[in-house]
């Protein structure tokens, strides 16, 4: 579609230079959308692989509680995990990727993971905790993963659409105008010669 603008000779020059950043703009953001899909693409499959390594560690972690539930009985089991003495705080930082602003979850544990006489209790529950504690840690990393993943899309489909936008739309537009501009500066000159030829002829023949 082509612009609304005056046909001269600065606008011309304006139009070719306002064409030149809107190509280097294309470039520069379709390799930002070419290296956002490939750090994309990596995460899906990080993602894919730590979520089945968390889902197994999650079946494993709740077979032992359920061994020592049977083993220990569920009042001592219930009992025995009731007063916690661990605390768990996680951390958000934020880290840069391609200029999107990813947030980084980091797990922090103080304190005992046993809070329980261990002569009472059922050796299973031990052992399901440390399993649970562990697993807790591939959680947060793959919470992380995630929302990279999610904010990293929405970057991905701003981009595409800024990317079709000067693709689709104004680089076009600025082409066909300077197409346009060109020819009409063409024709004036054509109009200018041919009435210079003619004045020329009009004074050669009252010589």
């Not at 494993?60 to 009992?79: D, Q, Y």
């Not at 880290?95 to 050796?123: C, D, H, R, W």
């Not at 970057?155 to 020819?183: D, F, G, K, Q, W």
Request: glycine share 6%; hydrophobic share 45%; aromatic share 4%.
């Amino acid at each position: 579609m082509k612009l609304a603008v005056n046909p001269t000779r600065m606008e011309l020059l304006r139009l070719r230079k306002r064409l030149v950043l809107a190509r280097r703009g294309h470039k520069l953001l379709k390799d930002k959308q070419d290296e956002l899909m490939k750090r994309f693409m990596g995460l899906v499959h990080q993602i894919k692989d730590l979520r089945l390594s968390v889902e197994h560690e999650l079946e494993e972690a709740w077979k032992r509680f359920l061994i020592a539930r049977a083993v220990g009985g569920a009042e001592i089991v219930e009992g025995a995990v009731s007063m916690p003495t661990r605390k768990t705080c996680v951390e958000v930082r934020k880290q840069q990727i391609m200029n999107v602003a990813v947030p980084e979850f980091k797990l922090s544990t103080e304190g005992k993971i046993a809070s329980y006489g261990l002569a009472t209790t059922p050796a299973e529950l031990d052992t399901a905790l440390v399993a649970m504690e562990r697993v807790l840690g591939r959680m947060v990393e793959l919470a992380s993963k995630e929302k990279a993943l999610e904010l990293i899309g929405d970057e991905i489909e701003r981009t595409r659409r800024r990317v079709n936008a000067l693709e689709y739309v104004l680089i076009p537009s600025l082409e066909e105008t300077i197409r346009y501009i060109s020819m009409k500066l063409s024709e004036m000159e054509r109009g200018n010669l041919t009435r210079l030829m003619r004045v020329k002829e009009i004074v050669r023949g009252r010589t």
